[in-house]
């Protein structure tokens, strides 16, 4: 009996790539790949997508919109946090993504409407221009900053063991003992792997921006 096989299209091609890319990384994707992933040959892809580079620009969308803008609803900086969780949730689920959405030539609709909410909500929320501008700079660094940070020092299960036949030596000589110290706190459980560093340094920055607010 014939198997049928699942119709291509567009959006299909699109979570097909970027199941691929999550697992392996940009340098992953390539037609072929994607073709073999499907059940297709890579020429009839381009029936549904131009060019590798759409593929791209279409993951980086599904991933956009796995976040949310800032609610016009609730207190500004409510709403600000919560809208930057969810980007950085998003781009901690597709640690690929942070680079490639920051480069110039990568600008898609939904960064650019991103992008004007925040700098709206922050106008609202009663800060001048002036101190916008920069809230807006800080804020933008933190999330996608701290999202690239986290990119870099995301490791598979077997990579903590080689990592610490790697550091033991450098610590013998007991020469930097607070850096000891932390790098054991990233083998060990304990209180502070429930706290979100994302998070704490959010709520800083948020609370500076509220000390601002009252002193206008």
């Known amino acids: 009996m014939a198997t049928t096989r699942t119709p291509l299209s567009r959006d299909r091609i699109l979570r097909a790539a970027l199941e ?45 919109a796995e976040s949310e803008p800032p609610a016009p609803s609730d207190d500004w900086a409510t709403a600000i946090r919560e809208s ?32 004007d909410s925040l700098l709206g909500r922050l106008r609202d929320a009663g800060f001048s221009a002036e101190t916008t501008y920069t809230a807006y700079h800080v804020l933008d660094a933190h999330i996608f900053g701290f999202s690239l940070w986290e990119a870099a020092h995301t490791f ?5 063991t080689e990592i610490r036949r790697t550091i033991e030596p450098v610590f013998e000589s007991g020469q930097y003992p607070f850096l000891r110290e932390h790098a054991q706190q990233h083998f060990d459980d304990g209180p502070h792997r ?3 560093a994302f998070e704490l340094g959010l709520d800083l920055i948020l609370d500076g921006l509220k000390k601002i607010q009252l002193q206008a």
């Open 20 to 64: 691929l890319v999550d697992e392996g990384g940009l340098d992953a994707l390539t037609m072929r790949k994607l073709g073999e992933s499907l059940g297709f040959e890579a020429m009839s892809l381009y029936n549904h997508v131009a060019n590798k580079d759409e593929v791209i620009d279409g993951m980086l969308d599904l991933v956009l």
């Open 156 to 160: 598979t299960e077997v990579d903590p």
């Open 194 to 196: 429930e706290v979100s």
């Open 84 to 115: 930057a969780v969810s980007v950085h949730d998003a781009l901690r689920r597709h640690a690929w993504a942070v680079t490639v959405v920051m480069a110039s030539n990568r600008i898609r609709p939904a960064r650019l409407a991103y992008m």
